[in-house]
Nanobody
Framework: VQLQASGGGSVQYGDSLRLSCAAS????????MGWFRQAPGKEREFVAI????????DYADSVKGRFAISRDAAKNTFYLQMNDLKSEDTAVYYC????????????????WGQGTLVTVSS
């Protein structure tokens, strides 16, 4: 099973971008679908998670109100809609899955995509 992240790019301050993460297959251990990001010289940090079955969502405080996570069961794909982008959102964004229904700790995730770079310039 693989995750393929896409949709990154270079945008201006205040712009929007949508990231996608396509799963080659779904397994019973893939309950939570999450997004993380890692800025240069920083630790990888939690951004958002959605429960595949219930649709329950959780967001990091830094993105709450600006980012929205969603899923499309028919396409085995989940998304991260990012609005009102800021310079501090510049990072490599990773999608990942966890057997847990919700988790913010990256150690709880056991399948990772390859990352997609988002650069926000002012």
């Amino acid at each position: 099973v693989q995750l393929q992240a896409s949709g990154g790019g270079s945008v201006q301050y205040g712009d929007s971008l949508r990231l996608s993460c396509a799963a080659s297959a779904l397994t019973t251990s893939m309950n939570g679908m999450g997004w993380f990001r890692q800025a240069p010289g920083k630790e990888r940090e939690f951004v958002a998670i959605i429960s595949w079955r219930s649709g329950r969502k959780d967001y990091a405080d830094s993105v709450k109100g600006r980012f929205a996570i969603s899923r499309d069961a028919a396409k085995n794909t989940f998304y991260l809609q990012m609005n009102d982008l800021k310079s501090e959102d510049t990072a490599v964004y990773y999608c990942a899955t966890t057997p847990l229904l919700t988790a913010r700790d990256k150690s709880s995730y056991n399948l990772w995509g390859q990352g997609t770079l988002v650069t926000v310039s002012s």
